[in-house]
């Protein structure tokens, strides 16, 4: 098993931190997610995914937590589609 250095094990938790700071509009989410806006509003409605903050009347979300109910959204589907 090849070693990972420690400043790349470093460099791999800088990026996790600014990932899971960075806020993205619905815009953003859905382009992150590769879904449409719509989609990324009816995650919320289902409570999928909770806005983190507001700016003037437009949602914020977490990166980190977009691309989880992503990958949860995606595994669902793929166990759907196998049975």
Known sequence: MPRISRRCIAELKAHERIVQQRLLTTAEAAAVAGVQAACIRQWVSRGYLQPTARQGNRNLYR??????????????RSITVLE
């Open 63 to 76: 990166e980190d937590h977009v691309l989880q109910v992503e990958r949860d959204h995606r595994k669902a």
